[in-house]
């Protein structure tokens, strides 16, 4: 049954390229499916693409190639012309959505709006995009989610909008390393921005995950990690962003367990303690 | 001593005596050999279990997902689709390993935990699949599922080959991607797929692109595909212009 109020819907963000943005958007899409039973959408943004590889995984080639319709889609907002149709199409629920996973008992699914490599280039040719575009799609066909996590691209963007139009909450995953918080007062800045001139939209900051990824060489990074610690918990208390207590540990695991290859695991179950912290923080 | 160097000896000892040849066609007037030392064997075998007490045991045989279902009647809906799957599972072409059996039980609502063995899952899957809705069995049919390591070779060739076209001035890339040279680089990428002849990232080739395929290249850089075509028609040029 859909939640009543509508779904929970989470970007994560951060202006900062290689925090883990798409391994954890994978990861907690999978385990709000296969875990918590959840009904759940992941909307890749970022043109690099990485969360569709990672759901979609070998099944992403044959997309490209069946020119099977993705986010460039959506933007646009019709189907273009194709060997089953001479002219545009309007595009249906069902366009710009792939479904990953689907329970038959419980008719929950995972579904993932795929992104391709030509997406930003597509919206440069636009005249004038529309950032609120992604948001009247999901909310005329899937307000019925119970989850909508929305992966972006690391730059300030027309995409960065559409996700901001898109969501109530913001993830923030930050790497404790020099240039750690370099992305927070872009981000911030971006989000009084957005406030400043969308006032009817509230939009917060759920929390910043740290995205342990050093190997810490027997001494836990050592002083430089140490300083971006404290770095990132002094930038985070003045933005008044909450810090997860649960950091996802370094591991061989995560590139493995984010396209369900399960083969080897490691210290990357210990994402399960940080989801287990993060769902009920968001209200799941 | 190993048994065959213990044979070797024995032939050589008996060839020595009579004779390539009649060593052969004496062999070979013995055609009954391994039958009359397979029933010697199965007469002691047999001998030794009825003076033990110990019963024969045969070991089953492991049936195959066709034959699994072949012997399960209930499926009533889709049953084609459900065959085609099973036909591609015992190829190894439908989820080619345990963890995509465990990964796609997990999508599908169910997850088996002490599932080790490929041969048992289908045993699993044949439960969900009798379940799916026939769209979803068919577009099963016709995709990959495996989780192994990504084939990002022809992705990564794709991508350069559509930023090449961009350089090159097709601005009808950028704003109609379904129109484009994109597509053709696609099927291109697919058939180098289908080759096998893709390569990986560390070793990638450069993936020359069928200019002929191309509706909006610019004619004057038909022959350039790649920095060492570029070089090669800068050098051409230059070599024209000292001719003349």
């Known amino acids: ?284 | 001593m190993k048994r065959n160097a213990f044979l070797t000896r024995l032939l050589h000892t008996i060839v020595a005596e009579y004779g390539h040849e009649e060593v052969l066609r004496t062999l070979s007037d013995l055609p009954h050999a391994d039958e009359r030392r397979e029933r010697i064997t199965q007469s002691k075998r047999q001998a030794w279990l009825e003076q033990s007490g110990h019963r024969e045991v045969t070991k089953p045989k492991r049936l195959t997902a066709v034959d699994q279902l072949t012997k399960t009647s209930d499926i009533t809906v889709s049953g084609e689709e459900i065959f085609a799957l099973a036909t591609r599972f015992d190829r190894k072409e439908f989820l080619p390993t345990v963890g995509d059996i465990r990964e796609f039980l997990a999508m599908s609502g169910s997850i088996v935990e002490g599932l080790t063995s490929r041969s048992e899952g289908f045993r699993y899957l044949l439960p969900v699949l009798v379940k799916l809705p026939p769209e979803r069995l068919k577009r099963l049919a016709t995709s990959n599922s495996y989780s192994g390591p990504s084939q990002l070779g022809p992705l990564a060739d794709a991508i350069r080959s559509a930023g090449e076209a961009m350089r090159r001035g097709d601005q009808k890339l950028t704003t109609d991607a379904d129109a484009l040279p994109l597509k053709d680089m696609l099927e291109d990428t697919d058939r180098a797929s289908t080759r096998k002849n893709h390569t990986t990232l560390g070793q990638r080739k450069t993936h020359p692109i069928d200019d002929k395929n191309f509706n909006n290249v610019p004619d004057s850089d038909e022959s350039v595909t790649n920095a060492g075509d570029l070089k090669s028609t800068a050098n051409r040029k230059t070599s024209e212009a000292e001719q003349a």
Not at chain 1, 54 to 76: G, P, W
Not at chain 1, 98 to 122: A, C, M, V, W, Y
Request: hydrophobic residues 40%.
């Open chain 1, 1 to 284: 049954m859909a939640r009543t109020n509508g779904p929970i819907s989470v970007c994560v963000i951060n202006l900062k390229g290689g925090v883990g943005k798409s391994t954890i958007s994978a990861l907690l899409a999978r385990h709000a499916y296969t875990r918590r039973g959840l009904d759940v959408l992941a909307v890749d943004l970022d043109p690099q693409a990485n969360l569709s590889q990672a759901l979609m995984h070998s099944d992403y080639n044959n997309f490209l190639v069946q020119k099977r319709t993705s986010i460039v889609e959506i933007f646009h907002g019709y189907r273009p012309p194709s060997s089953s149709s001479l002219s545009p199409t309007s595009l249906s629920a069902q366009d710009g959505v792939e479904t990953i996973g689907f329970n038959p008992t419980s008719g929950k699914s995972l579904q993932l709006t795929p992104s391709r490599f030509d997406f930003s280039d597509n919206l440069l040719g636009a005249v004038r995009p529309d950032p609120r575009v992604l948001a009247r799609f999901l909310t005329a066909n899937y307000g019925h989610k119970d989850f909508i996590i929305i992966d972006c691209a690391p730059t300030e963007s027309i995409l960065t909008t559409a996700a901001y139009h898109a969501c109530g909450l913001v993830l923030v995953p930050v790497k404790p390393e020099y240039f750690a918080t370099i992305g927070f007062p872009l981000l911030q800045e971006s989000l009084v921005n957005f406030r400043n001139q969308n006032r009817g939209h509230r939009i917060d900051v759920c929390g910043v995950v740290i995205n342990n990824a050093f190997y810490d060489g027997g001494n836990d990074g050592g002083p430089e990690k140490a300083a971006s610690i404290t770095d990132i918990q002094t930038q985070a208390a003045a933005n008044h962003w909450p810090i997860f207590v649960n950091q996802l540990p370094h591991s061989r695991g995560f590139p493995k367990i984010m396209r369900g290859n399960n083969s080897y695991s490691g210290n990357a179950t210990r994402f399960y303690d940080f989801a287990n912290e993060f769902f009920p923080a968001v209200g799941l």
